[in-house]
C-alpha cells in the first residue's frame, strides 16, 4: 500500500509539475507575440545565446566530427565500406549530433545562467520590483529570452554542422589518408535538404525549451542560495532530458517510415 | 471618490497551507497621510504590504485604493494601479544589471514611455534629492554601499512621482546615524511629493519619524492604531511591550526545542 502510495504521489508531483511548465509557457509566449517587444533585450539576450556560445559549441562539433570520422573509418574498414565514412558524419553530425550536442552545452552554459540570473532576482525582490515599476516581468525577463532562444540554437546549429563537417574531413584528410576532392564529393552526394532541416527545427525547439526551463526554475526559486543553487541544477537536468526526449519523438517525426 | 481613503483595507485573510497569516486585517489610510505599521518578525507586516501592493491575492477581503477595490484586478487595470505606486524595498532590489542611472529611471522608460536621454536627466536630478552626486549615476548597484543603495532605491521610488509610496523595513541593516538619515529623506520626498505613505517597520525610531499614524499588527490583525504622539499611552500592554523591547510581556516569542 505504502509503494502504491508514493508512486501515486509521484505521479501527481510531476502531473502538478507539468501543469505549472505549460501555464508559465502559455504566459511567457503570449507575451512573446504582444507589444510592447523589448528589442534591446531580446538582441542582448541573441548575443549571449548566440555569439557567447559559438566558441564551446564549435568546439563540441569539431571533435565529435573528428572522432567520428575516425570511429567510422575502423568500423567501416572491417568489411570494406570505408568510402561511406564521408556519409555517415554528414548525415549523423546534420540529422542528431550537431542539434542535440549543441542544445546540450547550451543548456549547460545558457540555461544555467538564465535560472541563476532570474532566480536571484526572485530572490532579491527584484522580481517585485519590476512588477511596482509597471513592468511585466514575463514581458521584460522571460519574452526576451524566449525568443533569442527558439531563433538563436538554429544559428549556432549551422555553425556546428559545418564545423562538425569539416572535423571529419579534417582527420578523414590528415590521418586516413581520403582524397580531399573525393571525401567532398561524398559528403554531399548522399546529403538532402532535409537532413539539415530537421536538424534546424530540432534546435529550434531545443531552444525554445532551454530558455524555458531556465527562465520557469528561476522564476519558480525560493529560499535564497540554496534555492537559487536548486534552480539551476533543476534547470539544466530538466531541459537535458527534455532535449533528449523531444529529439526521439522529433525524429520520428521527419524520418519514421 | 474624493473623499475616499487612499489606501482601504477590509477584514483581509491570507493563508500560506494551514498557516494563517493575516486574520482580518483593516485599516484606512487618508490621503496626504503616513501610516506605519509596526509588529515583530513574522506577525504579517510584509504580506500585508504584499497584498495591497498586487504581488499576493488575499483568500477573503477588500483591498481599496482610492475607492477602487484592486483585490481580483485583471492584468491591464492592475498596470494601471500600480502607476499610482513606488516602493522601497527592504533589501532595496535594485536591479544589478544596470546602472544606477537605469535603475532610477526604470520606471520612466519602462513604464512611461520616456526618451533615454530626458530619463537620465531626471534620474540624476532625483539622485541630487536624495544627497547622491551624478558620478554615482554611471557606477553599478554592487559597487555601492548599503546606505548609498538605499537612496538610489528611494530615488528610483520616488522618480514617477507617485502618489502612494510603500516603505519596506527603510532603516533594516543601516547603521543608527545612516538610518536617520534615511528616515529624513523619506520625510523630506513625501512631504515634497505630497504624497501617501504606508511603511512597515520593527525600527521604533524610524516609526517614530516617519509616521504621523502608527497601527500594530500582531497575530495577523490590527489590534491598535492611533497617532503617533499617543504610542507611549496607548494603554495597550502589547504596544508597550513592543516599543520598549521587552522580553516580558503578553507577546510571546515562538521558539521551537530543538
Redesign the interface.
Known sequence: MGFVRSVGGAALVFLAATGRIALFAAVAVSHCVRPPIYGRLILRQMISIGYYSLPVVGLTALFTGMVLALQSYTGFARFQAEGAVATVVVISITRELGPVLAALMVAGRVGAAMAA?IGT?RV???I??L??????PYK?LVAPRLIAGFTMLPCLVLVADIIGVFGGFLVGVTVLDFNPGAYIQRTWQYLEAVDVISGLVKAAVFGFVIALMGCYHGYASKGGAQGVGAATTNAVVSSSIMILVFNYFLTGLFFSR | MADAPKIALDDVHKRFGEKRVLNGVSFEVTRGESLVIIGGSGTGKSVTLKCVLGLMNPEAGSIRIDGEETVGLGTRDRARVMTKFGMLFQGSALFDSLPVWENVAFGLIQGQGMARKAAKDLAVAKLANVGLGADVAELFPAELSGGMQKRVSLARAIATEPEIIFFDEPTTGLDPIMADVINDLIVKCVKDLGATALSITHDMASARKIADRVAMIYDGRIIWHGPVAEIDRSGNPYVDQFIHGRAEGPIRMQVKRL
Open positions: 540570473e532576482m532579491t525582490e527584484q517585485d520590483a512588477s511596482t515599476l509597471s513592468t511585466n521584460y
